[in-house]
């Protein structure tokens, strides 16, 4: 289903490869100072072995790529039509979206870049994402399209003046009465009898 170029192409960031040859010379460190000195630095070098597989796993993600009619997730592409819900979490570097397609499966798109680049990738997926609900919006409601239909129920209607400013005046005045006394005849209840 691959045809033609991506209109975007988004990379891993090239620093956690840096940060996981980081955690592996410091995993060396501690295994060398627990080999002779401290054996709990085992602790530290086990920590730091599983932070440098993380960290190498985040930097040999296949790149994302942006197209008209669909998203690259490496090997795996998913049309924007099939996109019905799209939901980002709590992180923004890396970023993390779940997507939900139509037929009720997920995906998690996880991209470790950098922050400019993530937030990027985002507003375009929202973008594309034409018929799926946004973080649970509807797609113009985020984008604040309005469709010809609403517009016409929001706006108000013309207001006509019926009566000059003397007469609003002097119907107001006949509502604060009635209001207070309860009714606007002269006559008393015993002159009815």
Same mark, same amino acid.
């Given at each position: $289903? !691959?045809?033609?170029? +991506? $209109?975007?192409?988004?990379?891993?960031?090239?620093?956690? !490869?840096? @940060?996981?040859?980081?955690?592996?010379?410091?995993?060396?460190?501690? &295994?060398?100072?627990?080999?002779?000195?401290?054996?709990?630095?085992? *602790?530290?070098?086990? =920590? @730091?072995?599983?932070?440098?597989?993380?960290?190498?796993?985040?930097?040999?993600? +296949?790149?994302?790529?942006?197209?008209?009619?669909?998203?690259? =997730? &490496?090997?795996?592409?998913?049309?924007?039509?099939? *996109?019905?819900? %799209?939901?980002?979490?709590?992180?923004?570097?890396?970023?993390?979206?779940? %997507?939900? %397609? @139509?037929d009720e499966s997920r995906v998690t798109?996880?991209?470790?870049?950098?922050?400019?680049?993530?937030?990027? %990738?985002l507003r375009h997926m929202r973008r594309?994402?034409?018929?799926?609900? *946004?973080?649970?919006?509807?797609?113009?409601?985020?984008?604040?399209? $309005?469709? +010809?239909?609403?517009?016409?129920?929001?706006?108000? +209607?013309?207001?006509?003046? *019926?009566?000059?400013?003397?007469?609003?005046?002097?119907?107001?005045?006949?509502?604060?009465?009635?209001?207070?006394?309860?009714?606007?005849?002269?006559?008393?209840?015993?002159?009815?009898?």
């Amino acid at each position: $289903m !691959k045809t033609g170029f +991506p $209109m975007t192409r988004y990379r891993p960031a090239g620093h956690y !490869k840096w @940060f996981g040859i980081s955690a592996l010379g410091l995993a060396a460190v501690s &295994g060398w100072l627990g080999w002779f000195w401290a054996p709990l630095s085992f *602790i530290a070098t086990g =920590l @730091f072995l599983i932070t440098a597989g993380l960290l190498f796993a985040l930097a040999l993600r +296949p790149p994302i790529e942006i197209h008209e009619g669909y998203l690259s =997730l &490496g090997r795996r592409v998913v049309p924007w039509m099939d *996109i019905r819900r %799209l939901d980002r979490t709590g992180w923004v570097s890396p970023l993390i979206v779940r %997507l939900t %397609l @139509f037929d009720e499966s997920r995906v998690t798109v996880i991209y470790p870049g950098e922050l400019d680049h993530c937030t990027g %990738l985002l507003r375009h997926m929202r973008r594309f994402s034409r018929d799926a609900l *946004i973080d649970g919006v509807p797609y113009r409601q985020y984008w604040g399209e $309005m469709s +010809p239909v609403a517009e016409r129920k929001q706006a108000p +209607p013309p207001r006509y003046r *019926i009566l000059r400013p003397e007469d609003e005046a002097e119907v107001e005045r006949l509502y604060q009465r009635l209001k207070t006394v309860g009714n606007l005849d002269q006559k008393t209840s015993g002159d009815e009898k």
